[in-house]
């Protein structure tokens, strides 16, 4: 009998010139050498601490791929893309607005130029399918390092279940944008000081070029910025009263030092001011998407996972250091605040509670079993397949209504120059070469240009639509069915409907409007 390798020979005695069978004392058993050593190769198997986090980033990227016509939802992809094209064209960075014809000239930067390059660089090569894979590989891979850092300190389970969470919670704001592509740099960052206040010391300054990288990639730098000071005064706390100011010095410097380093861009300390422009735009961020407060008027992934956070709490008694509970609890409040911020609290938050868990529910389980090298290798066999057969596909394309083709045409055969358009066809409209009345960089217009612009469209007040027209000299619109302008151009004298469909209208003056 064989089994595993092990081979069971039994020893044969000559007697009288005869084989006769050895009794039981005389089996032996013998390990081939040989055949161990071609065996161990296919038995051996990544540490479960390694495998999992490349488990995660695999089969979310497939996902992310199957689904990534979802990931070109949103209008600015666009002019994110325009605007790299024109830095890769120009050789430099863009100082002053090019693209609209309200604010042409006015003062403007891109802190997000590099994740711009990166994208057009994509598109121009190999279509929407390499802006979508980028996405793709990036989202997943922060879900992947954020697995990897909570399994330094939790066993698989809640290490994973946490991720899950994570993943639901950022789902909604997973777009091929440029905080894509920050996203891996965000978690490294995150559990950079996190693993620091755990360790009791001051971070490595090997986390500077991350924060340099993140400055150049997204505005969201500001946020890992701000970061630094909850995880310092934690450390300040928790260190030997004789230590504190030792501590203090070192974690200001680091600070310091980080603030310098997220000022290496084209437009040094500039790029911090524009997180500044953006929240000071007030009431009109509200008229956006993405910066509206979360709604509970239906249950959604937010509530989930809040309401599953809070009973698990209230049932095993969880507790974190106040701190810690702080951080927690400002990442909930953006999350409910700004829908976009879901992705912070999903990627951050489990990193400020491992540690605590850890201690609470027991620690990393050093005996978890890893994946075979073969599996792990087919599933990266399987991920470099999906890259090259879903792109076409499922010919990924940005959805219908941010894309208004066939009225773009219509304005660009009127020869009209001064458009009124709705703010989501902006960026549509800088990809095809239209100058636009208004688009998603709200930083550049303003709030009061914003708020104007608004009440206008939206009839809220009619004399405020009229005098746009009369004093912004508009001799085109093109808005989206439903805004309420529409059925006010029909009436009034001196407007032709020009084009229309499901996705935007066109009216073109024609004579004096009154």
């Known amino acids: 009998m064989f089994t595993d390798g092990y081979a069971l020979t039994a020893r044969m005695a000559r007697s009288g010139g005869r084989l006769r069978r050895a ?16 065996a161990a190769p296919l038995s051996a198997r990544v540490p479960a601490a390694i495998a999992w986090p490349m488990v995660v980033t695999i089969l979310l ?30 050789r430099a960075v863009p100082h002053v607005d090019v693209y609209s014809w309200t604010f042409a000239g006015e003062p403007w930067i891109s802190s997000q130029w590099l994740a711009q390059v990166v994208f057009a660089g994509l598109y121009h090569v190999f279509g929407w399918s390499g802006v979508v894979a980028a996405s793709a590989f990036a989202i997943a891979g922060a879900f992947g390092l954020l697995t990897y850092y909570l399994m330094q300190r939790l066993a698989p389970l809640p290490a994973l279940v946490m991720v899950m969470a994570g993943f639901v919670l950022a789902a909604p704001h997973m777009l091929a944008r440029p905080h894509a592509l920050a996203l891996p740099v965000m978690v490294m960052w995150a559990a950079g000081l996190v693993r620091a206040a755990d360790d009791e010391r001051v971070p490595s300054y090997w986390l500077l070029p991350l ?13 890992g910025i701000f970061l630094i000071a909850p995880v310092a005064l934690e450390a300040l706390i928790n260190a030997p009263a004789p230590d504190r100011l030792r501590v203090a010095l070192r974690w200001a410097l680091f600070g310091i030092a980080a603030l310098a380093a997220a000022c290496v861009t084209p437009y040094g300390p500039e790029s911090i001011l524009v997180t500044r422009r953006i929240l000071g735009l007030g009431p009109a961020l509200a008229l956006i998407g993405e910066w509206q407060p979360e709604s509970f008027a239906k249950f959604g992934s937010l509530e989930l996972v809040l309401l599953g956070a809070i009973g698990f709490m209230l049932y095993r008694r969880v507790t974190l250091p106040p701190v810690r509970i702080l951080v927690v609890l400002g990442l909930v409040h953006m999350a409910l605040s700004q829908s976009r911020n879901g992705e912070m609290l999903g990627l951050i938050a489990p990193l400020f509670a491992a540690a605590p868990l850890a201690v609470q529910f027991g620690g990393r389980d050093s005996e978890a079993k890893g994946f075979a090298v073969p599996l792990l290798a087919g599933l990266g066999v399987v991920a470099l397949l999906a890259t090259l057969v879903l792109p076409p596909l499922l010919r990924y394309e940005p959805r219908a209504l ?23 066809f902006g960026g549509y409209l800088i990809a095809q070469g239209v100058r636009p009345y208004i688009d998603g ?8 240009f914003f708020l104007h612009y608004d009440a206008a469209v939206n009839l809220k007040d ?14 085109v619109t093109m808005l989206a069915p439903g805004t309420p302008a529409i059925g006010l151009l029909d009436r009034t004298p001196g407007w032709t409907r020009a084009y229309a469909d499901g996705i935007a209208v066109v ?7 009154r």
């Open 211 to 223: 924060i340099a990288l993140w400055a150049n990639l997204h505005g969201g730098f500001t946020f």
């Open 462 to 475: 009619v004399a405020v639509f009229e005098r746009l027209l009369n004093d912004r000299k508009i001799d």
């Open 402 to 424: 941010v894309t208004p083709t066939a009225a773009t045409a219509a304005v660009k055969a009127s020869g009209k120059t001064h458009l009124l358009n709705s703010y989501d």
């Open 441 to 448: 960089r709200t930083e550049l217009y303003g709030a009061d």
């Open 507 to 513: 009216h073109v003056r024609t004579g004096e409007a």
């Open 61 to 90: 990227y497939g996902l992310l791929l199957t689904l990534g016509t979802q990931l070109l939802n949103d209008a600015d992809t666009y002019w994110q893309i325009a605007v790299g094209d024109w830095m890769i064209a120009h």
């Open 23 to 38: 009794g039981p004392e005389e089996f032996a058993v013998v390990y081939p050498a040989a055949d161990a050593q071609s």
